[in-house]
């Protein structure tokens, strides 16, 4: 059966992830907007650019006539949210487009997906869905117990993860105010082909190829949990179709990886596979390796309790954190095209 689908965010890293599964998977129309800043790359959809059952428009979130008229014209039975400014070190450099995007962004497309549902049918209400994609730094920093649960008390760190955290907040007071049909999934750290290389995993992979300094914040203890990409498609999928609304999931990959392990396990795939060498012999890429002042507000763990999604819908990952780093590094390798073009359309 089909239904419409509208991404907000679908040009961005896991955005244009879920709507390539979406086109080539389902039978569902898709409807992607995106505003087009900085992290969305067009070049990631090209091989679904002309399906018939695949739209794109270029437009902002806060753009309420915008809005109003895709809902119109397009009628969707699920909004999935992913736009939102989500690099950390540019939310400490610049707090206002976090605020901006994701606080007042989600606000105003909620009250847009409010005022839809009150002009559908009882049938079309009840299928109606909003998916909020949010992640696992709206609960703070974790010490090295213990995990983060669907109940753990919000505690954020930085200005993306407050923004973030209160986005949260406001999906799930538009469900118990106004009865509009909510999910809000809270993710680990995502990676996998077509990531924007500003995050830890690309950024280390391409300076490593362009024998540039791999920089790592304080002693690179840091611990986070890393989730491929596909599983979390998966994931987000299975609970738009089963999870129960006005609930919250925890979406984990059960891989905690300090940030040093993570950097030296790309290191020994790229020695493996495109050895470094010079006249005077060979050399690991990981003395490349740099140590940089830590920076600030650095949560020091996070770690994903994964049991509810995994005991009500028995969903689990398919991806190891071997597996999946391996396939990630080969797609850098094999699409340095895909980053080059990416990072000339930023500079210019």
């Known amino acids: 059966m089909s239904d419409r689908f509208l991404i907000t965010g679908g040009s961005g890293f896991i955005g244009s992830a879920y709507v390539k599964f979406l086109i080539n998977s389902t039978e569902h129309e898709v409807l992607n907007l995106d505003k087009l800043t900085y992290a969305s790359n067009q070049a990631s959809l090209e091989a679904i650019d002309t399906n018939k059952r695949y739209r794109f428009i270029q437009g902002d979130i806060l753009d309420s006539a915008l809005i109003e008229n895709i809902f119109s014209e397009f009628k969707p039975n699920f909004v999935v949210h992913l736009a ?55 609960f703070g920093s974790l010490p090295e117990l213990g995990l983060f649960s669907e109940s753990s008390p919000y505690d954020p760190s930085s200005p993306y993860s407050a923004s973030k955290a209160a986005s949260d907040h406001l999906v799930r007071s538009w469900y118990r105010t106004y009865g509009l049909p909510t999910l809000i999934t809270n993710s ?11 995050k830890l995993i690309p950024l280390t992979i391409m300076n ?16 986070r949990d890393w989730l491929y990409v596909s599983d979390h498609i998966d994931a987000l999928y299975l609970l738009l179709l089963k999870g129960e609304e006005g609930n919250s999931y925890n979406i ?34 990981s003395d490349l390796i740099t140590f940089i002042p830590d920076r600030p507000g650095h949560d020091f763990r996070y770690a994903i309790d994964t049991n509810k999604i995994e005991n009500h819908l028995n969903w689990r990952p398919k991806e190891s954190f071997a597996s999946g780093l391996r396939k990630t590094v080969i797609w850098y390798i094999e699409n340095q095209s895909w980053v080059a073009n990416l990072t000339e359309r930023i500079k210019s």
């Open 188 to 198: 680990s750290n995502n990676y996998g082909p077509n990531q924007f290389p500003e």
């Open 84 to 138: 939102a400014e989500s690099h950390v070190d540019r939310s400490i450099a610049d707090a206002g487009n976090f605020v901006h995007t994701n606080i007042v962004g989600t606000y105003a497309l909620l009250e847009a997906s409010r005022k839809y549902l009150q002009e559908l049918s009882d049938e079309e209400a009840q299928k109606f869905k909003f998916h909020h994609i949010s992640t696992d730094e709206v």
């Open 252 to 285: 984990g990959g059960n891989n905690q990886k300090t940030n040093l392990e993570v950097v030296e396990g790309i290191c020994n795939i790229l020695d493996e596979i495109l050895p470094r060498a010079s006249d005077s012999g060979s050399f690991s890429y």
């Open 208 to 223: 490593a190829l362009n024998e540039q300094p791999i920089t790592i914040y304080g002693d690179g203890k840091n611990i």
